[in-house]
């Protein structure tokens, strides 16, 4: 990585959002989305629906590393109304996305208080990872179309993304993003080569877009990592710290970069992202840190100088600090699937 100046941080308007927007896929990257299932359902008649995407449900289908998984629920044609334990039911209707992020159990159906049955239990035996496109006909009644996914992560490579997504996300994803999803339904649900790669794509846009038009509507007062994200004098310390994470980084140099007072950077940066600058800043090597152990071979030592430590010692007692095991157990139980 390199470091971004003073005079590209204060580029105001559309920059400013371009370099949030930037900013959220780098860190999509340490989330490290592993895989996805994606399929169309088609509904006809009466129906209820129970949703429930548990880790042991569906840790066997997705990649090692895998340790959250996220249920989304696109609505092609027709209507389809949606209930949660934080929200009673609501209508989605064509071009509508929701996003269960934390994998909770959640309800769809074709009105509001159906019975609801949990998915599996309608497939009569067909199994998750074989299904493209799945038809239900339960007798006379309006028809709706979704195209469903479960996407697989990595949550623990960037925490604070997690902490700030609500249990349910319900965003309109626009004419043209909607445009792209029925072109990429028609090309990713069948087996011809490249389909399974094309699925995790798919699925990786309909998340990333949800976070972005998530973020655009959080109310003034929101905090978290994607209001911090949003907000000018926090946003630009946060591009500043994940642009150079190994640079030696204090209060007053960071506020100086980004042409704040000390005190208010750190004031407004514990309102919104709830720890300090520089804590932020410790965690972010860590996380770094973990995914550089789980992909490459580099020693211990070479890597504490790429996140900015002075000493092999001073990095693995800070690693396992935050992580509760050194950095040599951490790499072994990654390589082996187990994390």
């Given at each position: 990585?390199?470091?971004?100046?003073r005079?590209?941080?204060k580029?105001?308007?559309?920059?400013?959002?371009?370099?949030?927007v930037?900013?959220l896929?780098?860190?999509?990257?340490l989330?490290?989305?592993?895989g996805?299932?994606?399929?169309?359902?088609?509904?006809?008649?009466?129906?209820g629906?129970?949703?429930?995407?548990?880790?042991?449900?569906?840790?066997?289908?997705?990649?090692p590393?895998?340790?959250?998984?996220m249920?989304?629920?696109?609505?092609?044609d027709?209507?389809?109304?949606v209930?949660h334990a934080?929200?009673?039911?609501?209508?989605?209707?064509p071009?509508?996305?929701v996003?269960?992020?934390?994998?909770?159990?959640?309800?769809?159906?074709?009105q509001?208080?159906?019975?609801?049955t949990?998915?599996?239990?309608?497939?009569?035996g067909?199994?998750?990872p074989?299904l493209?496109?799945?038809?239900f006909?339960?007798g006379?009644g309006?028809?709706s179309?979704?195209?469903?996914?479960f996407?697989?992560?990595?949550?623990?490579?960037f925490?604070?993304?997690?902490?700030?997504l609500p249990?349910?996300?319900?965003v309109?994803?626009?004419?043209?993003?909607?445009?792209?999803?029925?072109?990429?339904?028609?090309?990713?649900?069948d087996?011809?080569p490249?389909?399974?790669?094309l699925?995790v794509?798919?699925?990786?846009l309909?998340?990333?877009e949800?976070?972005?038009?998530?973020m655009q509507v959080l109310?003034a007062?929101?905090?978290g990592?994607l209001?911090g994200?949003?907000?000018?004098?926090?946003?630009?310390s946060?591009?500043?710290?994940?642009?150079?994470?190994?640079r030696?980084w204090t209060?007053?140099?960071?506020?100086?970069?980004?042409?704040?007072s000390?005190?208010?950077?750190a004031?407004r940066?514990?309102?919104?992202i709830?720890?300090a600058?520089?804590?932020?800043?410790?965690?972010?090597?860590?996380?770094?840190?973990?995914?550089?152990?789980?992909?490459?071979?580099?020693s211990?030592a070479s890597?504490a100088?790429?996140?900015?430590?002075?000493?092999?010692a001073?990095?693995?007692r800070?690693?396992?600090r935050?992580?509760g095991?050194?950095?040599?157990?951490?790499?072994?139980t990654?390589?082996?699937?187990?994390?």
């Open positions: 990585m390199t470091y971004t100046p005079r590209m941080l580029t105001p308007g559309r920059r400013k959002s371009k370099m949030a930037d900013l896929s780098d860190v999509l990257t989330v490290r989305l592993t996805a299932l994606v399929f169309r359902v088609d509904f006809h008649g009466p129906w629906v129970a949703g429930h995407p548990t880790l042991e449900k569906f840790a066997p289908l997705l990649p590393g895998t340790n959250q998984v249920a989304f629920h696109v609505v092609l027709g209507k389809c109304w209930q934080t929200r009673d039911w609501f209508a989605v209707s071009g509508e996305a996003v269960v992020p934390h994998g909770d159990l959640h309800g769809l159906g074709d509001p208080g159906r019975s609801l949990p998915f599996v239990n309608m497939l009569g067909r199994s998750l074989d493209r496109h799945v038809r006909d339960t006379p309006r028809s179309s979704l195209l469903c996914g996407l697989g992560c990595d949550r623990h490579a925490e604070p993304l997690f902490h700030a249990p349910l996300i319900s309109n994803l626009g004419e043209r993003l909607n445009a792209l999803v029925r072109y990429a339904v028609n090309e990713a649900l087996d011809r490249g389909a399974a790669s699925r794509r798919l699925a990786e309909l998340f990333t949800a976070l972005r038009t998530y109310p007062d929101a905090t990592w209001a994200l949003r907000d000018p004098l926090v946003g630009r946060l591009r500043a710290l994940h642009a150079d994470p190994c030696r209060v007053e140099e960071l506020a100086h970069v980004i042409a704040s000390r005190s208010c950077l004031t940066f514990r309102e919104l709830g720890e600058p520089m804590h932020y800043l410790t965690h972010l090597r860590m996380q770094l840190a973990a995914r550089h152990l789980s992909q490459s071979r580099c211990v890597l100088t790429m996140v900015g430590y002075d000493s092999s001073a990095f693995q800070a690693f396992k935050h992580f095991v050194p950095p040599a157990t951490w790499r072994r990654a390589q082996q699937g187990i994390r």
